[in-house]
């Protein structure tokens, strides 16, 4: 038995004895198949000579305008245009695949450098793959070129969700109450510090988180946003943190990246902190202080380098005294604390925030650009507005959708009486702590003043119903149609209906 290891492997890679003669032939046979099967082949010697050219090649010779004998023999750069033999001599580098264009047509070439015995370069082959390959391979360029242009399409839309909707100038407002929440929000954006943005529903929260973001330093990286409301508890995990690709079979089992990932280099909006389940909040304190995450099903840490700004419009301090929001997290959060203030703290926007909501409403819609009378105007401001600019957008959408006048009077918002909204069922949605807007709904008059035929009382009815849902629901339409009892393309349907003459006389 032979115990070197070196002998036993070199006998194993010697080769048989006929081997040169093998690989001649090979080579050879190589030679031969491709002149065959190619479209066309050519040698070129080291002096950019042709040398020889396959049967196949002769076809092109017309179209080149030569014979084959003032062909070979010549340099190639003067019988093909736009050939790079040469460059492939020169350098010594093969150029697999190309496109050649010239007067004879467009073709798939393909040229590699030919080495002798002492690896010098002594000429070069080239290989016609294919003519025309446009049309040869149209399908395969066509369904390039459409997925192409559907991941540039992609890119864009997600690059465009991404960049920043408002900047803090968008957040309307001069009162000192207004001022004071921009001030803190520019110095917030100077900083990497976690901003904590809290006040009511519809005070501009989100706003102002996009504002924030798009002055900072991390504008150009994403603004991603979680609605912790919105996502189910035992989904929140691999939502913020991702997954492991194999930990799950199914849908997930290639993984999926976590928002705190996607979110890397920018900014992560977490929306509706107020709403995180206490199990959960351990782990977010733990990413926050350690700026790491760990995808579900691996043990493998990512490092994270994410700005966090969230948002509630529940009250922490008291969600903390009660033992719901853990001490230690809020801390984390509440390093740069913006209060928004209420609409009704700062009446005094209420005219700037009026003339600017009128206008997004009048571009969005199409519909002419309505302006308010004093009396809508002081009407508006005796308003609890208890959905804040939100609401006081949707009482002007309204309005605005139900009349052709260019003018809105308080008599259009309803005027000073308005209806009380029926209390809302235990448990159903919105109930926790949204009220009907008084301001959107105009006075009914009493039943035996004026008597109407049964489908216009039963028309407006529905309406009012509608209008009602969409105001509980904040405009939230799948929420609506539920509260109504009617599916959510029938909404659409009556919403299309009682929108249509509105948008027609306007135009
Ligand atoms: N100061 C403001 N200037 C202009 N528009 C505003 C302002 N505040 C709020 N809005 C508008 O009001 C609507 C609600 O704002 P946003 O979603 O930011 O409120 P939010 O505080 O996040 O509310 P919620 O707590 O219900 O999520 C949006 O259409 C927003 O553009
Ligand atoms: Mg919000």
Redesign the pocket.
């Known amino acids: 038995m032979n115990a070197d290891p070196a002998c036993s492997d070199s006998s194993a890679m010697s080769l048989p004895a006929d081997a040169d003669g093998m690989l001649a032939l090979a080579a050879r046979s190589m030679f031969d198949s491709f002149a065959r099967s190619a479209m066309g082949m050519m040698v070129v010697d080291r002096a950019h000579r042709v040398v020889w050219i396959s049967e196949g090649y002769k076809r092109f010779l017309p179209a080149l305008g030569r014979e084959e004998h003032e062909f070979v023999g010549r340099r190639v750069e003067e019988v093909v245009p736009n050939s790079l033999m040469a460059q492939v001599i020169d350098s010594g580098q093969a150029i697999l695949v190309d496109l050649l264009t010239n007067q004879a047509g467009t073709f798939l070439v393909s040229r590699l450098p030919l080495r002798g015995a002492d690896g010098e370069v002594i000429g070069a082959l080239g290989l016609v793959l294919l003519d025309h390959p446009e049309s040869t391979m149209q399908p395969l360029i066509t369904k390039f070129s459409r997925l192409q242009r559907e991941l540039d399409a992609a890119r864009s839309q997600l690059a465009a969700q991404r960049r920043p909707k408002?900047t803090i100038a968008?957040?309307?407002?001069a009162s000192e109450q207004?001022m004071e929440a921009k001030r803190r929000a520019r110095r917030a954006a100077q900083t990497d510090a976690t901003v904590l943005?809290q006040?009511?529903?519809?005070?501009?929260?989100?706003?102002?988180?996009h504002g924030i973001h798009a002055a900072s330093a991390r504008a150009a990286r994403p603004f991603i946003a979680v609605n912790i409301a919105a996502v189910p508890d035992t989904l929140l995990e691999a939502e913020f943190f991702g997954v492991a690709p194999g930990a799950y079979t199914g849908a997930d089992r290639k993984g999926r990246e976590g928002k705190f990932k996607v979110a890397d280099g920018g900014t992560l909006f977490l929306?509706?902190i107020g709403d995180m389940p206490l199990a959960l909040q351990s782990k977010l304190l733990r990413v926050l202080q350690e700026q790491e995450v760990e995808p579900l099903g691996s043990n493998a840490v990512q490092r994270i380098d994410v700005r966090i700004i969230a948002?509630?419009?529940r009250d922490l301090q008291a969600m903390v005294a009660a033992g719901s929001f853990r001490a230690d997290l809020f801390y984390r959060l509440n390093v740069l604390p913006i209060r928004?203030p209420a609409l009704r703290e700062r009446l005094a926007?209420l005219e700037p925030?009026v003339e600017?909501?009128a206008d997004d409403i009048a571009r969005r819609s199409g519909l002419a650009h309505k302006n308010l009378s004093a009396d809508a105007l002081d009407h508006l401001a005796a308003q609890p507005w208890p959905g804040?600019?939100?609401e006081l957008?949707n009482a002007l959408e309204q309005a605005a959708l139900m009349t052709d006048d260019l003018v809105l009077t308080a008599a259009h918002f309803g005027g000073a009486a308005a209806p009380q909204a029926a209390p809302l069922a235990p448990g159903s949605p919105g109930a926790a702590n949204v009220m009907i807007a008084e301001t959107g709904v105009p006075a009914e008059p009493l039943p035996d003043a004026c008597f109407k035929p049964l489908p216009q009382a039963v028309a407006e009815l529905e309406a009012r119903s509608i209008r009602e849902a969409l105001e509980l629901t904040?405009g939230n339409k799948l929420a609506a149609s539920r509260l109504l009892g009617i599916s959510r393309a029938t909404l659409y349907e009556k919403l299309a209906a009682t929108a249509q003459p509105a948008r027609a006389i306007a135009k």
């Open positions: 408002y968008s957040f309307v407002g207004a943005l006040g009511e529903t519809g005070t501009g929260k989100e706003l102002l988180a929306d509706e948002a509630t419009s928004l926007d925030l600017a909501l804040n600019v939100r957008r904040r």
